[in-house]
């Protein structure tokens, strides 16, 4: 292992060329350097100056380390910049999850202006639902991520921050007798077939659409179960049900599919949640979503 002190000294010497320079140079002695420089010849196995009484000369084997010894001295002096970039939380990396609903909202836009302020910070992205993301969270795999939920009905142990409200909408088949109404009524759609994700992947909301029949005096019947959005409204493409969805799905236009707004409907959140004492980029993330947040969505 070569000592950089070691390192710097002989890239002096091979800079100046001459010991008494080089050594005031490295503000040191020149009896000192002589030494360093045999010392490092010896672990190296190598002459790396030619020496004679007139002058000092590179060796074939001085010249060919010469380029990575400046490399390895410029890197290490990088270290302590580095060190203070991360704590500060302009350099790193954000691992972040996203439910597919996201994806329909100003996600994107966000993602590309925190690219474009912080190109030092690597933005790792991963399509997860929450189960998935908790798991990821208990792994150490993940650092933040949005999820979807029940107003009020963030995950233990998490901090987290509302970045959508939205209603619940009822996707329907054009084929459906329903879907000639612009706006429908609890009664009008209680009875019919449901497409809906598994419980385990958004549990509140799930309880929240479930609590919402039963208000009602009714009992979903559920046809078909389905993770991702967009399968579920493929589904009610297919005329295999109706399925509630948040508002901002409306922008997935599939054909043979419609959007209603039924009055009553369950709302839900998105949220992007991390855990307390995150890494600096992470807060930076944060602090960036909170400020997009108070900007018009047009801009």
Same mark, same amino acid.
């Given at each position: 292992? $070569?000592? *950089? #002190? $070691? *390192? #710097?000294?002989f890239v002096a010497l091979a800079e100046e060329l001459h010991f008494g320079r080089a050594a005031e140079r490295l503000h040191m002695t020149q009896p000192p350097l002589t030494q360093a420089i045999r010392k490092l010849e010896t672990e190296l196995g190598a002459p790396l100056f030619e020496r004679s009484s007139r002058r000092v000369a590179l060796s074939a084997a001085g010249h060919a380390l *010469?380029?990575?010894? #400046?490399? *390895?001295l410029a890197d290490a002096q990088g270290l302590a910049g580095l060190a203070r970039a991360a704590a500060a939380g302009q350099r790193g990396r954000v691992r972040l999850g996203f439910v597919s609903t996201v994806g329909y909202g100003e996600l994107p836009r966000w993602l590309k202006r925190f690219r474009d302020a912080h190109a030092d910070i690597e933005l790792h992205l991963a399509e997860a639902t929450l189960d998935v993301q908790q798991r990821s969270f208990a792994a150490g795999e993940l650092d933040a991520g949005f999820i979807i939920h029940a107003p009020g009905s963030l995950p233990a142990g998490f901090e987290g921050l509302t970045v959508a409200r939205d209603p619940m909408v009822l996707a329907l088949s054009t084929d459906s007798r329903l879907a000639a109404r612009k706006q429908l009524r609890t009664t009008n759609v209680l009875a019919q077939p449901l497409v809906i994700f598994p419980r385990d992947i958004a549990p509140s909301l799930y309880d929240a659409l479930l609590a919402f029949y039963r208000a009602k005096a009714a009992t979903p019947h559920i046809a078909q179960e389905a993770n991702q959005m967009q399968t579920i409204v493929n589904l009610v493409s297919a005329g295999m049900g109706v399925a509630w969805v948040p508002a901002s799905v409306m922008s997935l236009q599939r054909p043979g599919v419609v959007y209603r707004k039924v009055s009553g409907a369950p709302v839900s959140e998105t949220s992007l949640i991390w855990r307390t004492g995150s890494a600096p980029a992470v807060q930076r993330f944060v602090e960036h979503v909170r400020a997009q947040l108070r900007k018009p969505a047009s801009l």
């Amino acid at each position: 292992m $070569i000592e *950089l #002190r $070691i *390192l #710097r000294q002989f890239v002096a010497l091979a800079e100046e060329l001459h010991f008494g320079r080089a050594a005031e140079r490295l503000h040191m002695t020149q009896p000192p350097l002589t030494q360093a420089i045999r010392k490092l010849e010896t672990e190296l196995g190598a002459p790396l100056f030619e020496r004679s009484s007139r002058r000092v000369a590179l060796s074939a084997a001085g010249h060919a380390l *010469l380029p990575s010894a #400046r490399k *390895l001295l410029a890197d290490a002096q990088g270290l302590a910049g580095l060190a203070r970039a991360a704590a500060a939380g302009q350099r790193g990396r954000v691992r972040l999850g996203f439910v597919s609903t996201v994806g329909y909202g100003e996600l994107p836009r966000w993602l590309k202006r925190f690219r474009d302020a912080h190109a030092d910070i690597e933005l790792h992205l991963a399509e997860a639902t929450l189960d998935v993301q908790q798991r990821s969270f208990a792994a150490g795999e993940l650092d933040a991520g949005f999820i979807i939920h029940a107003p009020g009905s963030l995950p233990a142990g998490f901090e987290g921050l509302t970045v959508a409200r939205d209603p619940m909408v009822l996707a329907l088949s054009t084929d459906s007798r329903l879907a000639a109404r612009k706006q429908l009524r609890t009664t009008n759609v209680l009875a019919q077939p449901l497409v809906i994700f598994p419980r385990d992947i958004a549990p509140s909301l799930y309880d929240a659409l479930l609590a919402f029949y039963r208000a009602k005096a009714a009992t979903p019947h559920i046809a078909q179960e389905a993770n991702q959005m967009q399968t579920i409204v493929n589904l009610v493409s297919a005329g295999m049900g109706v399925a509630w969805v948040p508002a901002s799905v409306m922008s997935l236009q599939r054909p043979g599919v419609v959007y209603r707004k039924v009055s009553g409907a369950p709302v839900s959140e998105t949220s992007l949640i991390w855990r307390t004492g995150s890494a600096p980029a992470v807060q930076r993330f944060v602090e960036h979503v909170r400020a997009q947040l108070r900007k018009p969505a047009s801009l």
